[in-house]
């Protein structure tokens, strides 16, 4: 195992405890201070499982993004010193890169099958953070890290700041905290930004891809505000409902395999039903989210015409 590997998991496991700790005090606030959060020990647990596995499958499959950028590094433009300007400036900037790579697992069917594992709880807890994909060195969106690496920085801090930033977007998943002061609501992700993420209500989809700083969405006009009167419902737009954890994991790769095997299906559909946004169909005959938004009249777009 390589330096920048032994840095990620150095950090991940320095964080499971605090994790575990916060699901506790969260669990505690709930049940004993009637603090705004639901309990389920069924659904918390298949959340802590699949965390504890993605650590495996995704430390197993960590060469292959770290290998990326160690080739990377032999055409960087410059070597930029290990200082504290340089390391926030690499935070800042790969923060930017978690907005895309996240903008793209939901608007890309292939990097979606991923994703889906972390939005298939229909609640919002702390536990509900850890859900995480087991195959995120295979999405394709690591290559937007290489960037960094070619403008200067070094790959262990590129590495080291999407690691921090992940510990960060842990403490987002709670409907505890309600909302934090102006000014941090202003330009941080917070809690109520991160339950208006994992809202299916139509007004929330597609909103608040942040990782640490807000000001992405802000910025590319992907923000949307928690509506106090109208509180997110969590989970998949889709009926979904699974405790089994493998089943939870193949369940979009499945379903990619069994729309691009239909039969009758010409090569670019066959393409489309991989890469297009989750809910594509050739035959128009499903939702995507943009689709879910038109019907509730959210946009003002004339109707698109059906796919061919
Ligand atoms: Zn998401
Ligand atoms: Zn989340």
Redesign the pocket.
């Known amino acids: 195992m390589q330096i920048e590997e032994l840095i990620a998991v150095k950090v991940t496991l320095t964080a499971i405890p605090v994790f575990f700790l916060a699901i506790a005090i969260e669990l505690v606030a709930v049940k004993f201070f009637a603090q705004r959060g639901s309990l389920n020990a069924k659904d918390d647990g298949v959340s802590i499982f699949m965390g504890l596995f993605s650590v495996i499958t995704n430390g197993a499959a960590a060469f292959l993004t770290v290998g990326m950028l160690y080739w990377a590094q032999n055409y960087q433009l410059t070597i930029l010193p290990l200082t504290v300007t340089t390391l926030v400036a690499c935070f800042v900037l790969d923060d930017l890169r978690y907005y895309l790579h996240h903008r793209i697992a939901h608007r890309c069917r292939w990097p979606w099958a991923m994703h889906i594992i972390?939005?298939s709880s229909r609640r919002f807890s702390m536990a509900?953070?850890l859900r995480q994909g087991w195959t995120k060195h295979f999405t394709g969106t690591t290559l937007l890290k290489v960037p960094l690496v070619l403008v200067g920085f070094d790959p262990l801090m590129v590495i080291f700041c999407g690691a921090l930033n992940a510990v960060y977007?842990f403490f987002?998943?709670t409907e505890t905290v309600d909302k934090m002061p102006r000014w941090f609501e202003a330009v941080f992700n917070t809690p109520s930004h991160?339950r208006v993420?994992?809202g299916n209500n139509p007004q929330y989809l597609d909103a608040n891809y942040a990782g640490t700083l807000i000001i992405w969405d802000k910025m590319f006009g992907t923000f949307a505000a928690e509506d106090d009167a109208d509180r997110p419902n969590y989970g998949l737009v889709k009926d979904f409902e699974h405790y089994n954890p493998f089943r939870i994991f193949i369940h979009e790769y499945w379903g990619i395999v069994k729309d691009v095997l239909r039969p009758g299906l010409s090569p670019l559909q066959r393409l489309l039903y991989i890469i297009a946004p989750p809910g594509w169909s050739h035959d128009g005959s499903r939702l995507t989210s943009t689709d879910i938004k038109r019907e509730a009249g959210l946009l003002d777009d004339t109707p698109r015409a059906p796919a061919e």
Do not use: D
């Open positions: 972390h939005h509900v953070a977007q987002l998943h991160h993420h994992h």
